[in-house]
């Protein structure tokens, strides 16, 4: 299986201070790290993955391995 986690980081909770594009990066990877010991993982799965905002930005994805 692969995990592939896709974050499209275009959106203004990346952008709205100098400083937030690797604080909110960093915030969602924490954030998805605490959670994804929780979950059932098996290929086809997936979560997706929010911003300060609420917004979807990303996904996360279980997937056969290619």
Not at 16 to 31: A, K, M, N, V, Y
């Amino acid at each position: 299986m692969d995990a592939i986690i896709t974050i499209n980081m275009d959106n203004a909770a990346f952008h709205h201070r100098p400083d937030l594009p690797g604080w909110e990066l960093s915030r969602i990877l924490r954030l998805l790290a605490d959670n994804v010991q929780e979950w059932e993982l098996e290929a086809g799965s997936g979560w997706p993955l929010f911003d300060w905002n609420g917004n979807t930005v990303g996904r996360f994805t279980i997937t056969e391995e290619e």
